[in-house]
């Protein structure tokens, strides 16, 4: 297992290296002067020929790329063109609100896609697995802009019972900086006025990017559960005398949720690209609004430096993955 | 006849689907004596699978009780609660594929101690809450039997998972699942066709040394002569949901009487020189022929066999046969 953990890690290297260098060429032939962003719009040509000069833009771009790999390996990843301040500060400011929306979009998506999903396979054919069928259709064809539009136009301009946009109320002071997930901090500080209002500002965030994925994980969860309830084990577990929820719960459960589990290590990554559009609409100052913005101001630095976290995280996910269907399932233990 | 452990009276079952009503078991009748093993034979598709499953009180999702008793001494199997009672507890069962039949994210150790669970053993203290000190009991059973089972080293098999064994040690763990509860009748759906022929002979030889030693009455299915005469006490014939001809090992294999008991022995290839078969094929549930099922198919049909169904009449030999053309000899 631990061998197993090193190798995963280890290969996530050349996975990155060669997102980076995409990224890098993408970038560099995309035809925008980064230096051209970082002086301004009263530069005159030869503040920006010095400003290439002093970034190294002139070298030829193998030199480029490589310079910008050392750097990076000692954790300069240069300064943003944009903040001024350098790509490396700004991020771990912007990490935890994505980590934050990202994880509680993720545990959502699990918990109700597989609750859903088992309910609608324990029932088979009934009018709830009709309904989640359909929900499922729905969500599943729902862009995640539109149905965060309609959110914040329900909820926060009709109803009016939950916030429009950002983390915490205006003005109101973020709890004490412990891991950055206010929901966390706030808990183990005790303000739970801020936990709640935390909560209240992560619901709609949190649902629109799940949305697909609780409709993934549920149909994924249905046909597993209904698979094991036919399955020549479960018929044996009834003719030896298991009691009918016995065998659900959890014979037939826990077997029925190898499938989902890796469909959530996928729909990670979908989760994230999803965060880049839900953050931009709720103003969460998280990586994925910042990623906009680089975008946006052609601030390169900014952009490479997101790019590798957030497949570094995508990659680490991965890894939690195949651990927890190593749990699940002894084959793939073995394999491990 | 009231000492029988298992009797099956004049079962007929039907399963309405969206071909619409398969009458899949019709008069189905023969009875189980306490620590005699009896064979079930007939071809696939017969019902033998169909009527294991309603012995155990688990009929076709669907299935219709048109007549007939099954009772385990005395007791109601067709009732679903009654049979909840004595499934598992007195009624063991030993299923086909050994490859199939456990959950395979489960130890084989807890798999079988969950058997044990929820029948108990019946030593077992009276009412007592499921805890550690018999989880134990039930733990040190369990090695019992898959030690009488020849498992090697059966401590450490508990926590292991069911791929790291063979077919063979499989099926052995499945059959100290169904001793294990010490029934008196253990029901085993071709406990033999998942494995090779040298594994087979193994099992088979453990199956009769166990039912002898645990004297315990085994309700055998299987489609092959062979297995019948090696394991066999006495064996009932089906034909298409119909119970043919019931007899002992000798009577049947020796001098079989119902038309379609013979041919079905002639297929067997270690009984005939040259692969025969029998013409035609089995009609479908679905569409019933009248009177003897077996009769499009048999050299001896007569307008009598089509126009109602032969009862299954007592032989002088002792054997129960549905055949009008052997009904003089009765
Ligand atoms: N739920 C059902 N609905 C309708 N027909 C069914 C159903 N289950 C089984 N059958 C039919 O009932 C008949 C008996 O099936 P069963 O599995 O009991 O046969 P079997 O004798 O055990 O065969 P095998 O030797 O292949 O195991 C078959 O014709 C099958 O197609
Ligand atoms: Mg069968």
């Known amino acids: 297992m631990l061998l197993f953990l090193i190798r995963r890690l280890i290969l996530i290297i050349p996975v990155l290296l060669g997102l980076l260098l995409l990224t890098f060429l993408m970038l560099r032939l995309g035809g925008n002067d980064p230096a051209a962003a970082i002086a301004g719009d009263n530069a005159t040509p030869e503040m920006i020929e010095r400003i290439r000069e002093d970034l190294g833009l002139n070298d030829p771009l193998p030199v480029q790329f490589w310079d910008y790999l050392v750097r990076a390996a000692h954790g300069d990843f240069g300064v943003s063109a944009y903040s001024q301040r350098p790509v490396g500060i700004d991020i771990l400011d912007r990490l935890p609100a994505t980590l934050e929306l990202t994880i509680v979009a993720l545990v959502l998506a699990s918990v109700l896609g597989i609750t859903f999903g088992a309910l609608a396979g324990i029932w088979r054919n009934s009018i709830f697995d009709h309904t989640v069928r359909v929900v499922s259709v729905a969500g599943l064809a729902t862009a995640s802009f539109w149905f965060a539009i309609m959110l914040q136009l329900v909820f926060s301009m009709g109803l009016e019972i939950l916030p429009l946009r950002g983390r915490l109320p205006t003005g109101w002071t973020p709890p004490p900086d412990i891991t950055g997930l206010y929901l966390v901090d706030s808990l183990v500080t005790g303000q739970f006025a801020t936990f709640w209002y935390a909560f209240l500002h992560l619901v709609m965030p949190a649902v629109t990017i799940s949305l697909g994925g609780i409709a993934t994980i549920a149909r994924f969860t249905r046909s597993a559960v209904v698979a094991a309830m036919h399955s020549e084990y479960a018929a044996y577990e009834q003719a030896v005398g298991y009691p009918r929820r016995r065998i659900l719960m959890p014979y037939v459960l826990r077997n029925s949720l190898v499938t989902p589990v890796t469909q959530i290590g996928l729909l990670f990554g979908a989760f994230v690209s999803s965060a880049v559009a839900v953050e931009s609409v709720f103003d969460w100052p998280g990586l994925g609004s910042y990623l906009v913005e680089a975008i946006f101001t052609s601030d390169f630095n900014a952009v490479l430096a997101v790019t590798l976290v957030i497949g570094a995280i995508y990659g680490v996910v991965n890894i939690l993955v195949d651990m927890t269907q190593g749990l699940l399932d002894p084959r793939v233990a073995e394999t491990m | ?330």
């Open chain 2, 1 to 330: 006849m009231s000492d029988d452990i298992l009797s099956v009276r004049d079962l007929k079952l039907s399963v309405k689907g969206d071909a619409g009503l398969a009458q899949i078991l019709d008069h189905v009748d023969f009875a189980v004596k306490p620590g005699e093993v009896m064979g079930l034979v007939g071809e696939s598709g017969c019902g033998k699978s169909t009527l294991i499953r309603t012995i155990l009180g688990l009929p076709p999702k669907g299935a219709r009780i048109d007549s007939g008793t099954v009772a385990f001494r005395g007791r109601n199997l067709l009732d679903p609660k009654e049979a909840q009672q004595i499934r598992g507890r007195e009624i063991g069962f030993i299923p086909q594929d050994p490859f199939q039949a456990f959950n395979p994210v489960f130890t084989v150790g807890a798999q079988i101690l969950e058997i044990l669970r929820w029948s108990g053993l019946p030593d077992d203290p009276k009412g007592a809450r499921y805890d550690k000190s018999l989880r134990a009991r039930h733990k040190a059973r369990l090695i019992e039997v898959l030690r009488a089972v020849q498992i090697p080293d059966p401590e450490e098999a508990l926590d292991r998972y069911p791929h790291q064994f063979s077919g063979g040690q499989r099926q052995r763990i499945l059959i100290a699942g169904a001793l294990a509860t010490r029934p008196s009748l253990i029901l085993a759906d071709e406990p033999t066709t998942a494995l090779d022929v040298t594994t087979q002979m193994q099992i088979l030889r453990l199956l009769r040394e166990l039912a002898a030693d645990y004297n315990v009455a085994m309700l055998f299915v299987t489609h092959d002569f062979g297995v019948v005469a090696q394991i066999c006490d006495r064996v009932s014939v089906m034909y298409a949901g119909q119970t043919v001809e019931t007899g002992t090992t000798p009577q049947i294999i020796d001098g079989p009487r119902h038309p379609y008991t013979g041919m079905l022995m002639a297929c067997h290839p270690e009984r005939s020189t040259e692969i025969t078969g029998i013409p035609g094929q089995v009609s479908s549930p679905l569409t019933p022929p009248p009177g003897c099922r077996f009769a499009p198919r048999c050299p001896r049909a007569t307008e009598a066999c089509t126009s109602a169904r032969p009862g299954l009449l007592n032989s002088r030999d002792g054997r129960q046969l549905a055949c009008v053309h052997e009904e003089e000899f009765a």
